[in-house]
């Protein structure tokens, strides 16, 4: 099976993604998170694996594969771009899949991340409440 576009890819990303994982969306596209950290997601025409260093090496050797850059020019080290072979091969892609959501679930769980939450304002000791109008 070959992927063509997106759609194919997104499908393709949740077919695979283990059942305990997370799916969440990350620059509006899907990421699966196990214990708060990523391990799986989709960037643009890209499918990225978050491995460790054994696994990365050599999935790196494979023709096609590629460290994963959000920023051209800056790699984010644990990150791999997966090649056309293994996504057109179901077996080699869960078991990628499975390398990485293994090594995720090793990590520290992460608290949620991101944007923080809004805290509900304190209101002043100088805020001037009015009265109600009945009118209101």
């Known amino acids: 099976m070959g992927v063509k576009g997106p759609q194919q890819l997104r499908d393709l990303f949740r077919a695979v993604m283990p059942r305990d994982a997370e799916e969440r969306a990350m620059g509006g596209s899907p990421a699966a998170m196990v214990n708060g950290n990523v391990f799986m997601r989709i960037?643009?025409?890209?499918?990225?694996?978050?491995?460790?260093?054994r696994h990365r090496a050599e999935l790196l050797r494979l023709p096609g594969a590629a460290?994963?850059?959000a920023i051209p020019g800056?790699?984010?080290?644990?990150?791999?771009?997966?090649?056309?072979s293994v996504?057109?091969?179901?077996?080699?892609?869960a078991r990628w899949v499975r390398a990485s959501?293994?090594?995720?679930?090793r990590l520290a769980?992460?608290?949620r991340s991101g944007i923080p939450q809004a805290q509900p304002r304190k209101q002043s000791a100088k805020t001037i409440q009015m009265p109600k109008f009945e009118g209101d």
């Open 43 to 53: 960037r643009r025409d890209q499918f990225v694996l978050r491995l460790d260093d």
């Open 67 to 69: 460290a994963f850059e």
């Open 74 to 84: 800056r790699p984010m080290r644990e990150y791999v771009v997966l090649p056309p």
């Open 87 to 93: 996504l057109r091969d179901r077996g080699a892609l």
């Open 101 to 105: 959501h293994d090594y995720a679930q």
């Open 109 to 111: 769980p992460q608290e």
